[in-house]
């Protein structure tokens, strides 16, 4: 099969065998989704003492695959379209910087204004959805990535994931575009030396 990304590959979308290592190699960065992506999309709301307060499940698999990206200097974005201080908490836990929550779920002119700030190109971004909202924004970038559980709207959009939302999709993500640049061995032992070190 050919790796998505490739000249010829048109507009087939399917899954495939992996990235194209000439696509990896220019994704300086990646925007990810949270409900559905970084979770399993369910939401635990409930009452504490008068207050609103909401919870979301974290895969702990998929936050070493940010800490992958990054350890390769690649910036990482949380760009949803739901405002929650679990998210705020998660990304500061991650020491994501830029976390975009927009209520009206405007994650195009989001990234753009992210990308403007940092001078970066679509075509050299990677951002991993799942569903209606990420729409637009998978329409543009360089690397379109879906969750294996997406809907059909945006399943024909993006390199399609082994794993679901919420259950280490970013994980499996951050290996196949780090195999694909040649760097996941060399991270696998710069990420074991540091933590193999006296502090």
């Known amino acids: 099969m050919t790796a998505l990304g490739s000249p010829d590959t048109g507009a087939e979308h399917e899954r495939t065998v992996g990235i ?5 190699r220019r994704i300086r960065l990646v925007g990810l989704d949270v409900d559905g992506v970084l979770t399993e999309g369910g939401i635990y709301l409930g009452d504490v003492d008068g207050a609103r307060m909401e919870f979301k499940r974290f ?5 070493l695959g940010i800490k992958m990206l990054q350890l390769a200097g690649i910036d990482v974005a949380i760009i949803t379209g739901r405002v929650s201080e679990a998210v705020a908490f998660r990304a500061a836990e991650l020491g994501i910087t ?11 002119p989001a990234l753009r204004k992210l990308l403007a700030a940092k001078g970066i190109d679509e075509r050299d971004v990677a951002f991993v959805g799942d569903d ?12 379109p990535v879906v969750v294996a559980n997406c809907t059909r709207d945006v399943a024909s959009l993006g390199f399609r994931l082994t794993r679901n939302g919420g259950y280490g999709a970013i994980r499996e993500f ?3 575009l780090l195999r694909a640049r040649g760097e996941w061995d060399t991270l696998v032992d710069k990420y074991v030396q540091s933590r193999s070190e006296e502090a």
Request: proline share 6%.
């Open 132 to 143: 209606l909202p990420d729409l637009a924004v998978l329409r543009v970038v360089g690397l």
């Open 20 to 24: 194209d290592p000439a696509v990896a």
């Open 59 to 63: 895969d702990i698999w998929d936050g």
């Open 98 to 108: 830029d976390v975009v929550q927009d209520a009206h779920a405007r994650k195009l």
């Open 174 to 176: 951050a290996e196949l």
